[in-house]
C-alpha cells in the first residue's frame, strides 16, 4: 500500500466556564486532548488501511463569546 499524509481540519464548540474570555480560550486549547485512532482491526481489514501517527498541528481558539445562560 501507498502512504499518504492528510491533513483534516475539525471544529468543536467547547461550552465552558472560566473568570474570562482569555482564560476559556487557554483552558479550553490546553485541555481538549489529542485524538486517536478510533478504527478496529476489523476496521483496518475491511477497509484495507492502516493508521501510522496522528500529529496534532494545530490547536487554536479561534472565536469567543459569552453564552447565553
Avoid: W
Avoid at 478496529?40 to 487554536?60: C, G, R, V, Y
Amino acid at each position: 500500500m501507498k502512504t499518504y499524509l492528510v491533513s483534516l481540519v475539525r471544529s468543536y464548540a467547547v461550552t465552558i466556564e472560566a473568570d474570562n474570555e482569555e482564560e476559556a480560550c487557554r483552558c479550553a486549547e490546553f485541555f481538549i486532548g489529542d485524538c486517536h485512532d478510533l478504527s478496529t482491526h476489523k476496521d483496518k481489514q475491511n477497509n484495507k488501511f492502516s493508521i501510522i501517527e496522528i500529529e496534532p498541528t494545530f490547536n487554536e481558539a479561534v472565536d469567543v463569546e459569552e453564552a447565553e445562560e
